[in-house]
């Protein structure tokens, strides 16, 4: 059969095109939209290149593209961008990176309860703004933070990566204590657990049933004063109960890693709190996590196009080609 033609979309390691370039013939994207490309847009780099092969992250795939041929779409990151009943309506096989990087994401979790408890980053903004020593209030008052040895951490939800950011609180000497219905050696319900915590660290997966399950309850379930952390997905919590939260004094801070859409209206509400620490979905940013998702990826994609049974198939997986 006729060798792959495989479209990237995202920048990819050269260890991983050298591998992906074994398998299929490669067409790249030098200019790519900070969000990805639309189904419109991509479908006509579909037809421009010929491809029938796509390895996509956050890229839009649904009507127009699935009605092209296309075999394959390889998903760097979760396929939330694809329509998958599409997909497999199609017979278009639906391949994703594999879990996230669970030490990578906790590594993130623990520098937004740093950055929060010691207000690092409003410290940071006035020594570069040459406001250290305004007023009559010295910076080590106004900028006083809390000390975490000995503090209470609410993990909520002990996968992979609760599993990763408990055994580093527990090293930071905090008070570890645990909620997850699906695990038996969760010590703690979600209530009593807001009611113990000094900081509560989200990390439970997005479905139907966890759809903005923190909102006004939770919110004021928890201890005055206490942290606020979620690098899990934006979606999660009701953001206007959230900011409430925060406006009021109920929480003492909150640092987020994702937003609805992964965006943030810079005119935003919690833009202007200044017990807030934001960062863009920063969780996998690093040289290691992206290395190591890309090779699995396309190792999995050259399993795929040598007729074998893939890892990471979302959709069923179909034969695409006879090995080169």
Known sequence: MKRPRALVLPALPESALVRLGEVADLSEVHTRPSLGFTDDELADLVIETGANVLITDGDQVRTSVLSLPVDVVASMGAPTSVDLTLAAERGVTVLHAPDRDPEAVAELTLALMFAVSRNIVTADREVRR????????????????????????????????????????????????????????????????????????????????????????????????????????????????????????????????????????PAHPLTRLPNVVLTPRLGEATGESREELAQALVADLARLLRGERPAYACVPAQRVADPA
Do not use: K
């Open 130 to 265: 040459g406001r250290v020593y305004r007023g009559r209030v010295p910076p080590a008052q106004r900028h006083r933070g809390r000390r975490l040895s000995g503090r209470t951490v609410g993990i909520v939800g002990l996968g992979r990566v609760g599993r990763a950011m408990r055994w580093r609180c527990e090293g930071l000497g905090m008070r570890v204590i645990v909620c997850d219905p699906r695990v038996p050696e969760a010590t703690h319900s979600l209530t009593a657990l807001l009611s113990e915590s000094d900081v509560v660290s989200l990390h439970v997966p997005l479905t139907e049933e966890t759809r903005g399950f923190f909102g006004y309850a939770e919110f004021g379930a928890m201890r005055p004063g206490s942290v606020y952390l979620n690098t899990s997905r934006g979606a999660l919590h009701d953001l206007t109960a959230l900011v409430d939260a925060l406006r009021w004094g109920r929480l003492g801070g909150a640092g987020l890693d994702h937003f609805e859409g992964e965006w943030l209206d």
